[in-house]
């Protein structure tokens, strides 16, 4: 079972920028992945996926601010996160799963990196 690493967390100031990164400990060539986060005392929410071919989706909070990439012959994925708020704030997870019939299932976790957006 491949296993997942965030790394990129911080603490950023309103309007700034950070990029996460997620590196896994074998292939995931053939792998949809996604971004979670969850925030302190909130339900953890599906931030965006991609497809093992590229193709991404977002939740409508982070549309136009928020891209994920992933560079397969690194097996690490990427969140370039923008503009970003104070509710952006939250424990952000990498995730391992499976696309079907146009939805993400969820699989291997990371452990998650802390992000803080506050002046």
């Known amino acids: 079972q491949v296993q997942l690493v965030e790394s990129g967390g911080g603490l950023v100031q309103p309007g700034g920028s950070l990029r996460l990164s997620c590196v896994a400990s074998?292939?995931?060539?053939?792998?949809?992945m996604a971004w979670y986060r969850q925030a302190p005392g909130k339900p953890r929410e599906l931030v965006g996926t991609?497809?093992?071919?590229?193709?991404?989706e977002y939740a409508e909070s982070v549309k136009g601010r928020f891209t994920i990439s992933r560079d397969n012959a690194k097996n690490k994925m990427y969140l370039q996160m923008n503009g970003l708020k104070p509710e952006d704030t939250g424990d952000y997870l990498c995730?391992?799963?499976?696309?079907?019939?146009?939805?993400?299932?969820?699989?291997?976790w990371g452990q998650g990196t802390l992000v803080t957006v506050s002046s």
């Open positions: 074998g292939s995931i060539f053939s792998t949809s």
């Open positions: 991609i497809t093992s071919a590229g193709s991404d």
């Open positions: 995730n391992a799963g499976t696309h079907y019939s146009g939805r993400y299932y969820p699989g291997v």
